[in-house]
């Protein structure tokens, strides 16, 4: 099997990836923050973990796969200023802030088993590990790299001469901004917060603990730092998150766990996933641009035909969501669905001869940087083929999908009904051209219009969208 290749973060550069010891492959996947829907550019972060996990075992590695759920901590932003987000989301909801986390804990998981998403070896809730985080804290104070201000404890980013390494960051230029802005409480622009106090201002917090320095919650990031290597241990192999992580969240993680653990580098491979794009910019909340599944779904897009649509792009690239492209995957999704199903219901043979090569380069452009836009033409090749019979095809496309996860193996795989319709009827519309009768053809493209649906004529024959 070709050599795993991964590219790091850390070094810019895709290195062949050594698991540091024999047991499990340890990775930790940065998790959502619980204060409304996941939207599609968040599922997008997570097929990717996934697809990282699922091609780690493809690659023979046992997996031990954290992910956290962000219930406290994260303010609205990210520079240690604004309100928490679940405090914030609370009162717009009218519930606790314990009730906010379980309902939309609940439809992000549920979200993740209709992508196909599997479950890690591990959920854990910041909430869950407050002492954790507390001792985590204490460490990097006794060891002198933290100072106490009106509003909490803080790093400080002056003792660490490494920091920022991984964004690559210019703290000069930083500075400069220091001195043009200023920094409030902060001794350096980069300081970041471990333990916010709950301020005494009459509005008391829902979530807050007690803490050697006084009433309180803890920053964002040492929740990541302090869970990641309580299950994973002190050093691990894999960080997984969207590249808008990089600059603060996974710099400011690497801060705090080399200083407190005594180790360097803390994790070896760091992955970063590229944003989904709406209308030119990233999706997200703080704009409102966002799209979620279940508006798609209701849109008569199959859940997993937007996991074919991430599959189509590599990880590292930006994606733009737009009407046609979710068509576009739908389409190509239930055409690979249909074969799926004919090729699991033949026994034709021709013999297992010319498997290898498809599965050979199957695995290499996987194991390029899990390069799936390649590994999915491989897919549609192997497909066509005129070199393999069915039962080979069938062998083939039930393997790779360990890894696509697109449910093509599933035995209860059905053809997809409402898109057979549509197809039927365009089928049934080219041959009433074909005998020249123009005004059943008229007819049907008029009742398909009625649905919704608009037909192109294009060199490689109609195509159909959703209008
Ligand atoms: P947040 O709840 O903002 O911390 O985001 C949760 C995860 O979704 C993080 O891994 C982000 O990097 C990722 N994410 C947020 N917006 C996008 C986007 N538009 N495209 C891809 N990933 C995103
Ligand atoms: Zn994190």
Redesign the pocket.
């Known amino acids: 099997m070709s050599e795993l290749m991964l590219y790091n973060t850390l070094t810019r550069r895709k290195e062949r990836f050594e698991p540091l010891g024999p047991g499990a492959v340890g990775m930790y996947s940065?998790g959502?923050?619980v204060y409304s829907h996941q939207h599609l550019?968040?599922m997008?972060?997570y097929v990717f973990a996934d697809l990282v996990k699922r091609v780690l075992g493809y690659f023979g590695h046992d997996v031990n796969h954290i992910v956290n759920i962000?219930d406290v901590g994260?303010l609205t932003d990210d520079a240690d200023a604004g309100e928490d987000k679940m405090e914030e989301a609370a009162r717009r909801e009218g519930m606790t802030a314990w009730e906010v986390a379980a309902k939309w804990t609940a439809v992000f998981e549920e979200d993740l088993k209709r992508l196909h998403v599997l479950e890690p070896s591990r959920w854990c809730k910041a909430t869950d590990h407050i002492p954790e985080q507390i001792e985590m804290i204490a460490t990097l104070e006794a060891k002198g790299f933290t100072y106490t201000n009106r509003d909490g404890v803080y790093f400080d980013t002056s003792k660490e001469p490494h920091y920022g390494e991984l964004a690559r960051l210019d703290l000069e230029s930083q500075e400069t901004q220091e001195r043009i802005e200023g920094v409030g409480d902060k001794r350096n622009p980069s300081d970041f917060a471990l333990w916010k106090l709950s301020k005494a201002d009459g509005n008391k917090r829902q979530m807050e603990w007690e803490s050697p320095w006084g009433n309180g919650f803890p920053g964002w990031h040492i929740e990541c730092s302090a869970m990641s290597s309580k299950y994973l241990g002190e050093t691990f192999d894999i960080h997984t998150?969207?590249?808008?992580?990089i600059p603060v969240h996974h710099t400011n993680e690497i801060a705090q766990s080399e200083n407190a653990f005594g180790v360097r580098p803390w994790v070896r491979y760091w992955l970063h996933?590229?944003?989904?794009?709406f209308d030119n910019e990233?999706?997200?909340k703080s704009k409102g641009t966002t799209v979620t599944l279940d508006d798609i779904v209701e849109h008569g897009i199959d859940s997993l035909a937007y996991r074919y649509f991430l599959l189509t792009a590599h990880y590292r690239q930006q994606m733009s969501l737009s009407d046609a492209a979710l068509d576009g995957a739908q389409a190509s999704y239930q055409r690979l669905v249909r074969h799926a199903i004919e090729l699991r219901d033949s026994d034709e043979s021709q013999g297992a001869a010319a498997m290898e090569g498809f599965k050979s380069r199957f695995d290499r452009a996987l194991a390029d940087d899990l390069n799936t836009p390649q590994a999915l033409a491989v897919v549609w090749e192997a497909v066509r083929s005129n070199d393999l019979g069915a039962v080979e095809k069938w062998q083939l496309l039930s393997g790779f999908d360990v890894v696509l996860g697109l449910g093509l193996a599933d035995a209860n795989l059905l053809v997809p009904t409402i898109d057979a319709e549509i197809e039927a009827k365009i089928q049934e519309r080219e041959a009433a051209r074909a005998a020249k009768d123009y005004a059943r053809s008229d007819e049907i493209r008029d009742e398909l219009i009625a649905d919704g649906i608009v037909l192109e004529d294009t060199p490689e024959g109609v195509r159909w969208r959703r209008g």
């Open positions: 940065c959502p923050t550019g968040n997008r972060a962000t994260h998150g969207g590249v808008d992580h996933g590229a944003w989904l794009m990233k999706m997200s």
